[in-house]
C-alpha cells in the first residue's frame, strides 16, 4: 500500500514538483491577469510570486531546494537575455533620427534610477546590504544578478529588487505617464523600458506592438550600458 | 525551432566565454545579445528559427524571473526592518525613473 507520505516524499526529493509549482502559477498568473482585461494592477508575476512563495512556506520546503527543482527556468533568464537581440534589432529601424534623445533619456533614466533608490534608502537609514542591491535594479534581473556579483552584492536580493521595480513600473506606468503628458506610444514603451526592463517590457508588449519595441530596446541598452557603467560607478562612490 | 535555439544557445556560450577570459567586467549574456546583434546585423535579417524562439523567450520573460524572485522568503526578516526605507526606494525611484525619460524624450522629439 502507498501512502500519500511516501508519493510526497518521492515528488519532493525530484526538481519536478518546483517546476510543475512554478509553471503553474504562472498559468494561474496569466489566467488573472487576463481575467482582469490585463489591468496593469494584476500583475501575472506578481501573482506567481506570492502564489509559489506562500506555497512553498506552507509545505515547508526551503527556497534553496525550491531552486534546485527551479533552476531550470532560472538557467533561462540567460538564454532570454542573449535572446533580446532580436527585438533590439528588430527596434534598431526605429532608432533612426531619434538616437540622440533615446540616449539622452536612457542615460538620465539609468542617473536618476540609482539615485533616488539609493539616495531615499540611505536617508531612511537602510543598512549597507539593502543600498547595494538598489544599484542595479533598474537593469533585467539577469543582468542586474551578474553585475552584483561583479559588485560583491547579494545576486538573490538585487534580483528581488529588479523584479519589485518591474512589478511595480508595470503596475503604475500608466498613471505616471498619465501625468506627465507622454502620448506617443514609443516615448511611452521606451520610458517603461528603461525603468521596468523586462516585466515593463512584456506589459508593453500586451498594450501595443511599437510600445513593446521601444521596452525592449531601452531594456538591452539599459543592460548593456548598466553592466558596464554601474561597476564603475558603483566602486568610485564606495 | 531547434535550430533557432541551438544558435541563441551557442552566442549564449560565446558571452560566456568572452566573459570569463576577456571582459570579467560584463555578464557573458550581455556579451552574447551583443555578439548575436552583430550577427543579425551582418546579416542584415533574423534567422525566421532564431526569431521564433526569440519571440517566445522575450513573451514569457516574466515567467523566467520567478525562480530568482521567490528568493524574496530569504530576505523578508530583513526586509521588514527595513520595510518603509526600501518601500518609499522602489516606488518613488520607479515612478522618476518612468517620469524623467518620458519628459526627456517628449521635449527633444522632434515629430518627424
Known amino acids: ?238 | 525551432m531547434i535550430s533557432g535555439l541551438v544558435q541563441i544557445l551557442l552566442f549564449q556560450g560565446a558571452g560566456e566565454l568572452v566573459s570569463n577570459f576577456l571582459l570579467p567586467l560584463i555578464p557573458g549574456p550581455v556579451i552574447g545579445l551583443v555578439l548575436l546583434l552583430a550577427y543579425l546585423a551582418a546579416r542584415r535579417r533574423v534567422p525566421e528559427d532564431v526569431d521564433r524562439v526569440g519571440s517566445a523567450l522575450v513573451q514569457h520573460l516574466g515567467l523566467l524571473f520567478v525562480p530568482a524572485a521567490v528568493g524574496v522568503v530569504l530576505f523578508l526578516p530583513q526586509l521588514r526592518s527595513n520595510g518603509l526605507a526600501v518601500a518609499l526606494a522602489l516606488v518613488v525611484s520607479v515612478v522618476l525613473t518612468i517620469a524623467v525619460p518620458a519628459l526627456v524624450l517628449r521635449v527633444l522629439a522632434r515629430p518627424r
Open chain 1, 1 to 238: 500500500m502507498i501512502t500519500i507520505h511516501e508519493i510526497w516524499v518521492y515528488l519532493s526529493g525530484s526538481p519536478l514538483l518546483a517546476l510543475i509549482l512554478t509553471l503553474g502559477a504562472y498559468q494561474l498568473g496569466v489566467l488573472a491577469y487576463e481575467r482582469a482585461a490585463r489591468n496593469p494592477l494584476a500583475n501575472p508575476v506578481l501573482i506567481t510570486v506570492t502564489l509559489i512563495a506562500v506555497t512553498i512556506t506552507l509545505i515547508g520546503m526551503p527556497y534553496a531546494e525550491y531552486f534546485e527543482g527551479a533552476q531550470f527556468v532560472h538557467f533561462l533568464l540567460g538564454t532570454a537575455t542573449v535572446a533580446l537581440a532580436v527585438p533590439i534589432y528588430n527596434g534598431l529601424g526605429a532608432l533612426r533620427g531619434r538616437v540622440v534623445p533615446l540616449f539622452v533619456a536612457l542615460v538620465c533614466g539609468g542617473a536618476v534610477s540609482i539615485a533616488s533608490a539609493v539616495g531615499i534608502a540611505a536617508l531612511l537609514g537602510a543598512d549597507g546590504t539593502i543600498l547595494g542591491a538598489l544599484w542595479a535594479k533598474s537593469v533585467t534581473a539577469p543582468i542586474a544578478m551578474g553585475v552584483a556579483e561583479r559588485i560583491g552584492i547579494s545576486p538573490t536580493l538585487t534580483a528581488v529588487f529588479a523584479v519589485s521595480t518591474g512589478i511595480l513600473g508595470a503596475m503604475l506606468a500608466r498613471f505616471v505617464l498619465d501625468a506627465v503628458g507622454s502620448k506617443a506610444w514609443w516615448q511611452r514603451g521606451f520610458a517603461l523600458g528603461v525603468a521596468s526592463h523586462g516585466i515593463g517590457t512584456s506589459r508593453a508588449f500586451s498594450v501595443s506592438e511599437e510600445a513593446g519595441t521601444y521596452a525592449g530596446l531601452a531594456m538591452g541598452l539599459h543592460g548593456i550600458a548598466g553592466a558596464v557603467l554601474i561597476p564603475l560607478a558603483f566602486r568610485m562612490a564606495s
